[in-house]
Every structure is written in structure tokens, then in C-alpha cells.
T-cell receptor, first 112, second 115 residues
Framework: NAGVTQTPKFRVLKTGQSMTLLCAQD?????MYWYRQDPGMGLRLIHY???????AKGEVPDGYNVSRLKKQNFLLGLESAAPSQTSVYFC???????????FGSGTRLTVV | QQQVKQSPQSLIVQKGGISIINCAYE??????FPWYQQFPGKGPALLIA???DVSEKKEGRFTISFNKSAKQFSLHIMDSQPGDSATYFC??????????????WGLGTSLAVNP
């Protein structure tokens, strides 16, 4: 089925560890996004990309890095995890940047 | 000025009732207003959307009402069902820097429909 696939679905990290979250889409969408969702805070944009090889900061980029080496993949990296990064992370893609965001099913990350 | 204010934060409705969620914005540059539905453990999914040149859009039991002069738009769920229990997000889109589209999200409304 076409869509957005996120891996892993769950992860527990110790403070200071690093990890990479992978997002893959097979819809040939130009735009891709990483959001975090926390109770009462809605969806907050971490980083986004408007095409292969491009990345840009969202509203909460500190502590995260991203790469988009291939159009279908968007990677989110945590270099040194902190408890404040405990959250549910969603990747999304869009053809035009506005209409019809397609979201993945999320990654639940706990940093202890 | 780029905020989208959503209310209420949570809503409880009886089965068969009407659920109403409201959103307000300030920036008149917004030109597309989608609603997303999110079930527990899933990502949000596009539910219905409207452009500001239309005052109402209906898809099944879901209706968006749009008031351009008041800068408000709302989602109405008619004949609400327990299966509609989810978190609903409104959003608004505009062209941002570099001619790239930006989507501004409301904080979400948790809807519970009692059987």
C-alpha cells in the first residue's frame, strides 16, 4: 500500500545516546516533514524538506538533525538524546506542501 | 499572527448528537483550511478541507463552515458516532518564505462520543 513508513515504531534510549529515525514514502512527494507530538501541545514542526537534498528548520529544531539524500527518504537524527525529547514523532509527506499531508504511524521514543 | 486557535480542547457528545469544533485565525493570507482526524496510535489523516471562497463544504456527516469576515471556521459532525472518537486538528496554509507552503496547526480537540 502506498504511504509513509516510519521505523522504528518504539524505542527507549538512555540520556546521551544517539539514534536515527527513518521515514520512507513511495508517493513521489516533494515535501517531507518531521513533527513531534506531546500532550496538550499539538503537532510541532521539527524540520522539513522541500525536495531531495534540501532541509530547513521548523519551530523546534534544537537537538535534532535531518538529511534527505534520496527523495523518498527523510532521516531524523538525535545526536545526544535528552529526556525532553521523549515524545511521539511523526513523519509526513505532501505533493505540494499544503494539500493532503500523508502521515506515518509514528515512533514512540522514550529517553530515560 | 500566524496562530490558529482551536477550541474546545476536549469535547464529550452523546451518540447521535452534533459535535462542533471551532478555529480562529488572524492572518488573511491563509488560503486553505484542512481538518485532520487522528485515532489513538495512528498518525493524523486528512478529513476535509475548504478554501476561503466557499462558505460551506459537506462530506457525508462532516461539514466545514467558513466565515471569512470573522476569520473563523468550524467542523460539524452530524449524528456523531462512537467511531468518531478521535483527536481533531484544524490547520491553515499560506505561502511562506521562498515561495514554500506552510501549514499552521491548531492544538487539537479530543472528541469522545458516548454510546
Amino acid at each position: 500500500n502506498a504511504g509513509v513508513t516510519q521505523t522504528p515504531k518504539f524505542r527507549v534510549l538512555k540520556t546521551g545516546q544517539s539514534m536515527t529515525l527513518l521515514c520512507a514514502q513511495d508517493m513521489n512527494h516533494e515535501y517531507m516533514y518531521w513533527y513531534r507530538q506531546d500532550p496538550g501541545m499539538g503537532l510541532r514542526l521539527i524540520h522539513y524538506s522541500v525536495g531531495e537534498g534540501t532541509t530547513a528548520k521548523g519551530e523546534v529544531p534544537d537537538g535534532y538533525n535531518v538529511s534527505r539524500l534520496k527523495k523518498q527518504n527523510f532521516l531524523l537524527g538525535l545526536e545526544s538524546a535528552a529526556p525532553s525529547q521523549t515524545s511521539v514523532y511523526f513523519c509526513a509527506s505532501s505533493l505540494s506542501g499544503a494539500r493532503g499531508y500523508t502521515f506515518g504511524s509514528g515512533t514512540r521514543l522514550t529517553v530515560v | 499572527q500566524q496562530q490558529v486557535k482551536q477550541s474546545p480542547q476536549s469535547l464529550i457528545v452523546q451518540k447521535g448528537g452534533i459535535s462542533i469544533i471551532n478555529c480562529a485565525y488572524e492572518n488573511t493570507a491563509f488560503d486553505y483550511f484542512p481538518w485532520y482526524q487522528q485515532f489513538p496510535g495512528k498518525g493524523p489523516a486528512l478529513l476535509i478541507a475548504i478554501r476561503p471562497d466557499v462558505s460551506e463544504k459537506k462530506e457525508g456527516r462532516f461539514t466545514i463552515s467558513f466565515n471569512k469576515s470573522a476569520k473563523q471556521f468550524s467542523l460539524h459532525i452530524m449524528d456523531s458516532q462512537p467511531g468518531d472518537s478521535a483527536t481533531y486538528f484544524c490547520a491553515a496554509s499560506l505561502l511562506g518564505a521562498g515561495n514554500n507552503r506552510k501549514l499552521i496547526w491548531g492544538l487539537g480537540t479530543s472528541l469522545a462520543v458516548n454510546p
